[in-house]
Structure formats: C-alpha cells, structure tokens
C-alpha cells in the first residue's frame, strides 16, 4: 500500500520575465514502511521536492496524495491539520525551542492533538528508551550535544507515530559517529514500528542505510537504487558508483 | 545607487517599521511644546495668580525632557543594534566608518526633525486645548486665548536638538567601538542563555517576593501607631522605598522565573501551546530585561501613586471644605453675622441660620489615648478641647455622666487613636467632672478654628454643660465663643452670596470662612498639580508602553525560528496567535499588576493626608492608565502577527 503518491510535480519560482523552473514533473510513490532517501547535487531541487511533499510549500502544477487525501487542494488551515496528524519532522539544524527542556519539545506533537497525559507519558517513555534520550529528558537544548539534539528531534518526529517522517539532512550537523549513531537509531524505528522515513541527504553513507535511493537531478528523477537482499556496504558502493556518473559538469558539445 | 536613493530607502523602511518611535517623538516634542507654550503665555497669569504657575510648569517641562531623553536614547540604542547588520555590510563593501555615521545621522535629521516639525504643529493646536483642559481643573475662569510664541519655538527646538546631537554622539561611538565581524554578531550576543534555574535565582527569587511583602506590611502599618517618633517614621518610609524598590528588582530577576518554574513542574513536561509560548519565554527573557522592568516598575508606580493622591486631594475638595467649615459660611461673632445677614436680605438671597456656643475646656483623657507622636505636643493628660451641648446637634442624646466625641480629623487618629471605652476628667476652673465616654460620631459641628484644625469637640448633657459654662477656665477659651454657620436655601445663589460675602467687612476678620472659597481654592491648587502630574504621567506612560512595545519587536525578531518550528509541528497561526495573546498578558500584565499594586499601597499608607476619598478617585485614575497601558500591548500583539504569518 503507497502512503504517498506524488503526480507530475512541478515547482517554479520567479515571476513572468526570469522563471526558475527547480521541479520538472516528478513522479515518486512511497510504500509504507519504507526508508527512502532522496539524493543529489546542491540545486537539483531536492530540498525544494521535500517542501511541497511535506507540504510547507506549494506546487505549481501536479498532485500530492498522502494517505489518500489529496493534499494539493487543501486550504492552510486544513493542511496545519494535517500535518499534525500525519507528519513528522527532523531538520539539519534540530528546530528545538530553546526555552523548552528535552522532555517538552518531545511531547510538543502530542499537545496539539490534546493527547491525554497518561497516555502521553506512555508514549514519551517509550521512544525516549528506544532512543536513548531518558536521561537527558529535564535539560535544555542547549546543555546536550549536537548528537542529543538530533535525537530529541527525532523522538519529536516519532511520537506522534504519523503516516510519514521528513528528515532534511539530518545528519548534516553531526560528526560520524553521532551520525551513525542517529541513523542506526533511525533505521531501528523504521523497522520496530513500520514507520515511513522520507530522508533528504547528500551523503552516501546515510543513504546506504536505506531501502531505496532516489536520485535527482535539474528537477527530475534521474534513477533509482534498491537496497534488496545486498549488505549496507555493497549498497553504500553502489550509491557512490551512480554518485559519480551523476555528479560532474556537462561539457556542452 | 547613490548615497541619496540609500538614505532616502532606509528612511521608508524605517518609517514603517517604527512608526511607534515616531508617534512617541511627535507626542513628546508636541507636550513639551505645549507647556512651553503655556509657559510664557500670558493667560496664564490668571493660575498663577494663586498659585505658582510658572515654576510649577518649569519644572514639569524640565521634567519632561529628562523623560523623554532617557526615551529618545534607548530607543536609538535599540535601533541601532537592530542595523548593525547592515552597517556591518557598508563596512564590507569598504565604506568609511565616517561615511556611514553621516548616512546615519542625515537619516535620523530627517526622521528626527520631521516629527519635531510635526511635533510642534501638534503642540501648538494642542496648547489651546491644554489650556482649556487647566483652566477647566483649575476653575479659572478665563477666555483661552493662545498666540504663537516664538521663544517657546525656539526653545524647544534647542532643546531637542540637545538631544538629538546626544544621540548622534552615542551612535557615534557605537560605530567606532565595533569591527565588522562584532557588528555581524550584534544581535546573537543579546540572545537569551537558557539554563536550569540555580539555587541562587531561587532564593533571589524567595528573598524578592519576600522584600515587597515586608514592604507592603511596612507601609499599611506606616500611621498604625508603631512608628511614634519623627526620626522613626523617616526611617520606615526609606526602608518601605528600599525594600519594594529591591524586591522589584530581585522579583523581575528570580521571582517571575521561580513561580513560573513552579507552574511548569506540575505539568510533566506536558505543556500546551498557550505554555510553551508564555510561560516557557517569559521565565527566561524577564530576567535579562530585570533592570528594565525595575525601573519602568518603581516610575509607573510613582506616577500613579501620584496621580492617584493629586485626585484624591481633588475629588474631595468638597469634602474637606466642609469638615473644615461645616456650613456655607462660618461666622465667629455676631457683628459680622449681623452684617452679612443685612446684606443677604438686602439682595433677597433666603438663608438660614445656626449659632452653636462652644467653649473650650481642658480635658484628661489618659484613658482614651496612651500613646503621641512626640512631635505634636498634644498632652492627653491635659488637652483643650471644644466643648458643646447635646442641644446644638440634631437628634443627639447624651445622659448627664456620658460624653460623646465627633469630628476626629482623620489623619490626627492615625497618630492619637481613641480607644472605644473609658471614661475622661473634664476640668474647669474650680471643678472636674467625671465622664463616660460612649464614642465618636462623624459630624462635624463647628468650623476649624474651634478644633485647632482637627481635635474631636466633645458633646455633653445640656444641664452639664450649663454647668461647666458658669466654670469656664478663662486660660484655655478663645477669643470667641460663639460659632454661627449661615446656610443659603437656593444653591444657584450661592455665587451671589459668597461674593456679598467678600465684600462685607465680615470677610475681612479672621476666621469668618466661605466653603465654596476654601473649596475653589483647594481646586485650583490641585488642579494644577493634577494637571502637570498627569500630562507627565501620560508622557511616562507613552514613552514606557513604546519601550516595551520596542523590545517585543526585538523578542518577536529572534523566537520567529520558533514560530516556524511549531507551524512545521501543525500548529495552525491562530493557534501560535493565542499563545501569543496569552505571553503578552505576562508581558505587559506583569509590570502594570506590580506598578499597580505598588502604588495602591503607596495610596493606601498615605491617602488621608491629602483627601476624605480614597476608592472612587484612585480606581478611576487606575482603571485609566491600564486602558492606556493595554494598548501597547494590543499594538505589540498585532506586530506579532505580521510575524507568525511570515514564519512559514
């Protein structure tokens, strides 16, 4: 079953006289419970594609279903709804409120849908332990390391357990163990509780540790990459071979 | 483009961005032009005529200015740090520091002397109705007639010129101290550090809260009695200041973070939206804002306090008119009653009449008062006091071992009060009569030169009386024992009747007294101190609202990563808006809540001095100045809109 089917999405920006045209009719499903991550060079419209999929920007042309409902006509305050119910978000840069502890900006997704707070509490402990964040679960933000912080944002994403989870770059900030770390973490969460992971990356190492690998490139899906029955390392070879026929300037002839 | 289109570009931006600054500056200049105004003009020699007008408008402007430097510069200083990005920028395409000043400075001629220019405008249409709003307080009847006056132009104009050259200076070293990559961090170095609340915070906290309770325990117990001597007293009221002024501080810097703390505990960390944003950011920003918030605290609080008791003396003009002189007019001997009586009839004004016989007897009551303050050497073994027969008050029945007091001045019971049972020695010449006391009324019978201004007079049986009459103690009586108080039936008449009265000999002798005088007087001296306290009150208040309203665009500037977060998160912009409304009724409703209560206690330790009023005046003044103050808030909640609708 496809959580998110996304139609012919086009994305320009500028007016009239100097048009930017960053999506050029994108076609991309995701099923459900898979960890996918998109791939590509800086400006080939990655970041771009995970806005109007995570629907804090819009298209201009083509549709988004997620979970059957057709997001790409529902006005903002629909879409505010939405977005607490079915999606989660990790970003490069954390996005924890500063003024909230750890255990706070966690339970920040439940408070929106006036979760009870038993309930609440059941939850928190439970992806606070799988994440390995309880003992950190009464300081601030800025007490913990960049690692922490990631992870925070990462139980943040989860708890609500939504149809789908966003993550832009989330280890674009951390060293490499913290991020092996997070993404040992995360593929763990992908696989305990069939949670969709939709990661936006440059590095090949975080990819490898998906299911699938799409690449693009000037706005359209260049090609894809499955994981399979092969081992991470293979996968991470495989990745860094297309990489390198992806990457590089055309010569114009 | 070219120095010009810069300046010109940065002006419209600034203009829209900081419209309140500019309102604030027009307001300010266009009041002090206006008291200047009214300062040399002519008409007001009919104010000063009783009081001193001139001076006591001086020293408002005076007053003024200071106010609105101490504005005008922190305000500048928050502007400027709000550009140093962009200074930063002309500093890295390699414009001089030197240019950049005069950049700066012909932008701020421009914004500055423009509103000046309005400023004045406004100020002259706005002295007329100044001066009809003082001639209104006052009661001076007078044709408000204004004309232009150029010293006071020229006045102002130096003066906020002064001023303007000052802030210049201060952008000046600003510009000169920095380098380009400190200018580029300006704003990250003001930001908040967030951290665990120390054990410090929290006894600063405890030891704040504490403070202002003694404070307030203090004050409310200021005229109980406890504090007797001069020297006492003095030392009360600066411990009362120092405390309130300290735990203030302390309060703003540990005690709004403790409490709130506290609040956020019981939660578990499960707070709601309306939390995360009010609780959550006022705990950690009241606390770098402490000395701020103290010092816009302490002076709100002075000003209302003072507004309050100016109204106060005011409002109860009337009241205290008539405490002091009980009937229109009282007359201390019969010729000049005889006289102004003639004249009334003569002009057919219909009055009536009411002669008391008061004698002055010296009494022992050492039952009734163990304790006076040293200083006002009042002897309750031996105090002369009037005395008068139960006859000459309507419906007052005394029996012949009774005594009843009434007419204790209300500020000499603070000092001296009477205990509700016991029993006094009244002596006269050869004899002491026992009494028992029974209580104390609230009439006040004869006028101010019987009581010495505030002693109770003493109401007996009609045959004692008698008989203490025929005993008097020569000693202690006053020249007159005869109080007549005349009462015109028509009040519309009485106009008429008090000028008859001014006319007549009898007005002429001492303590021959008109109500409606006494009263008018006492109008037009707090009237004018109203008036001048009031117009500064509401300069202070403008420019305090501004300064709050500045840092919230300040605060609203660095949580707008948050706001975006939480929109991510599905928080819909009404959502955060509530939030919002809600950190703004901390924001705002913090200071006012303690400038309020502040001065309430002040009022109340002290109101008695200055009227027979308290409640109706000091909540009408109150309730004015929150409507005011609310609209800052209600401006800074608008600004934050703008700012969530951006976010995403």
Same mark, same amino acid.
């Given at each position: ?9 086009h ?11 960053v999506?050029?009719? =994108? ?16 400006g ?7 806005n109007?999929?995570?629907s ?15 997001m790409?006509?529902?006005k ?11 999606l989660?978000?990790?970003?490069q ?13 966690i339970?920040?997704p ?11 509490e059941?939850?928190?402990e ?16 800025n007490? =913990? ?36 770390d ?19 990356t ?8 998906c ?8 706005g359209?899906i260049?090609t ?10 293979d996968?991470?070879?495989?990745i860094?071979k &297309? ?11 | /483009?070219?120095?010009?289109q ?36 002519p008409? /007001? ?15 408002a ?30 500093q890295?395409?390699?414009?001089t ?5 005069r ?26 109705? /100044?001066?009809?709003v ?5 009661g ?18 130096l ?13 000046y ?10 200018l ?5 170095? &003001? ?20 403070l ?6 203090v004050?409310s ?6 504090f ?10 600066i ?5 309130v ?13 403790f ?19 009010s609780l ?8 770098s804002?402490?000395?701020l918030?103290?010092?816009?605290t ?29 009937h ?23 009055? &009536?009449e ?26 309750p ?6 005395l ?21 001045d ?12 016991g ?25 101010w ?16 009386f008698?008989?203490?009459?025929s005993?008097?103690?020569p ?26 009265f ?21 109008k037009?001296? /707090? ?11 509401? &300069? ?6 501004? =300064?709050?309203?500045f840092?919230?665009m300040d ?8 706001y ?23 924001n ?29 005046p ?16 209600v ?5 934050y ?6 976010a995403l």
């Amino acid at each position: 079953m496809s959580i998110l089917k996304a139609a012919k999405l086009h994305k320009s920006y500028g007016n009239k006289n100097n048009k930017q045209h960053v999506l050029k009719g =994108i076609d991309l499903s995701v099923e459900k419970g898979e960890f996918i991550s998109i791939m590509g060079a800086s400006g080939s419209g990655k970041t771009t594609l995970l806005n109007v999929l995570s629907s804090i920007d819009q298209v201009s042309e083509g549709t988004i279903h997620i979970n059957s409902f057709e997001m790409t006509a529902m006005k903002e305050r629909q879409l505010a709804e939405f977005r607490k119910n079915h999606l989660g978000f990790i970003f490069q840069d954390y996005n924890l409120l500063d003024t909230l502890t750890v255990k706070e900006n966690i339970l920040l997704p439940l408070s929106i849908t006036k979760t009870s707070k038993k309930e609440a509490e059941k939850k928190f402990e439970h992806v606070a332990t799988e994440l390995g964040i309880s003992e950190i679960k009464d300081k601030y933000p800025n007490e =913990i390391s960049g690692g922490q912080k990631q992870r925070t944002s990462a139980a943040r994403a989860f708890i609500h357990e939504p149809s789908i989870i966003f993550a832009d770059e989330p280890t674009g900030a951390l060293d490499s163990k913290s991020a092996s770390d997070l993404l040992n973490k995360l593929s763990g969460l992908n696989q305990n509780r069939q949670a969709t992971i939709l990661m936006v990356t440059h590095d090949p190492v975080a990819a490898s540790y998906c299911s699938r690998v799409v690449f693009i490139k000037d706005g359209q899906i260049y090609t894809q990459l499955m994981k399979g029955e092969q081992d991470r390392q293979d996968f991470f070879k495989d990745i860094m071979k &297309t990489q390198g026929v992806l990457g590089g300037v055309q010569h114009e002839h | /483009m070219n120095i010009n289109q810069l300046i010109f570009r940065n002006l419209k931006k600034n203009l829209r961005n900081y419209y309140l600054y500019v309102f604030a500056l027009v307001f300010s200049s266009a009041l002090y032009f206006a008291f200047v105004t009214l300062q040399y003009d002519p008409s /007001m020699d009919s104010v000063e005529g009783s009081v001193k007008g001139e001076a006591a408008i001086r020293a408002a402007s005076i007053l003024l200015v200071v106010i609105v430097s101490v504005f005008l510069l922190y305000a500048n200083n928050i502007f400027i740090k709000r550009r140093s990005k962009e200074i930063g920028l002309f500093q890295l395409i390699g414009m001089t520091k030197g240019k950049i000043f005069r950049i700066l400075s012909i932008e701020n001629l421009f914004l500055y002397f423009g509103s000046l220019l309005i400023g004045i405008f406004a100020g002259f249409s706005f002295s007329k109705l /100044m001066i009809l709003v003082l001639f209104k307080t006052t009661g001076v009847d007078s044709i408000a007639s204004l004309r232009f006056s150029p010293q006071a132009l020229v006045q102002t104009i130096l003066v906020f010129t002064a001023i303007y050259l000052l802030i210049m200076i201060m952008n000046y070293t600003f510009i000169k101290r920095q380098t380009i990559l400190s200018l580029f961090r300006v704003t990250s170095s &003001t930001e908040i550090t967030v951290k665990k609340l120390s054990r410090f915070e929290m006894v600063m906290g405890i030891v704040g809260l504490v403070l202002i309770t003694t404070g307030y325990i203090v004050s409310s117990k200021l005229f109980g009695g406890d504090f007797t001597t001069m020297p006492q007293l003095f030392g009360a009221m600066i411990f009362i200041l120092a405390a309130v002024i300290l735990g203030t501080y302390f309060f703003y810097k540990g005690s709004v973070s403790f409490l709130l703390n506290l609040a956020r505990k019981r939660k578990g960390g499960y707070l709601s939206i309306n939390e995360v944003m009010s609780l959550a950011s006022v705990m950690f920003r009241m606390k770098s804002n402490a000395l701020l918030l103290m010092i816009i605290t302490t002076v709100s609080a002075l000003s209302i306090a003072l507004l309050c008791l100016a109204y106060i003396s005011y409002y109860s003009a009337e009241k205290t008119a008539e405490k002091n002189v009980p009937h229109d007019f009282s007359i201390i001997d019969r010729d000049s009653a005889d006289t102004f009586q003639a004249a009334l009839e003569k002009n057919n004004i219909p009055y &009536t009449e009411k002669s008391i016989e008061v004698i002055q007897v010296t009494v022992n009551a050492s039952q009734l008062i163990d304790r006076s303050l040293e200083e006002l050497v009042i002897d309750p073994k031996a105090m002369p006091l009037p005395l008068i027969s139960e006859k000459s008050v309507s419906g007052m029945e005394v029996s012949p071992d009774e005594v009843v007091f009434t007419g204790y001045d209300d500020l000499l019971q603070k000092f001296m009060p009477l205990k509700n049972s016991g029993s006094i020695k009244i002596k006269g010449k050869t004899e002491t009569l026992t009494q028992r006391y029974v209580g104390l009324e609230d009439i006040y019978p004869v006028s101010w030169y019987f009581t010495a201004g505030g002693v109770p007079t003493a109401i007996v049986d009609d045959a004692v009386f008698t008989k203490l009459k025929s005993d008097i103690d020569p000693k202690v009586q006053k020249e007159s024992t005869l109080y007549i108080g005349i009462d015109i039936k028509n009040e519309e008449q009485l106009e008429e009747a008090d000028k008859l009265f001014k006319s007549t000999e009898t007005y002429k002798k001492l303590y021959n007294e008109s109500r409606h005088e006494i009263s008018t007087n006492q109008k037009k001296n /707090m009237g004018l101190t109203m008036f001048i306290v009031g117009f500064l009150g509401l &300069t202070f208040l403008v420019t305090s609202g501004c =300064i709050l309203y500045f840092k919230q665009m300040d605060e609203g500037g660095s949580e707008k990563p948050n706001y975006m977060i939480l929109r991510k998160l599905g928080y819909t912009q009404s959502d955060l808006l509530k939030g919002i409304q809600y950190k703004q009724l901390f924001n705002f409703g913090i200071p006012l809540l303690i400038g309020l209560l502040h001065s309430y206690f002040a009022v109340q330790s002290g109101w008695f001095l200055f009227g027979a009023e308290l409640w109706t005046p000091m909540i009408i003044v109150m309730v004015m100045y929150t409507i005011l103050y609310s609209l800052f808030g209600v401006l800074s909640v608008l600004y934050y809109k703008k700012v969530v609708r951006e976010a995403l």
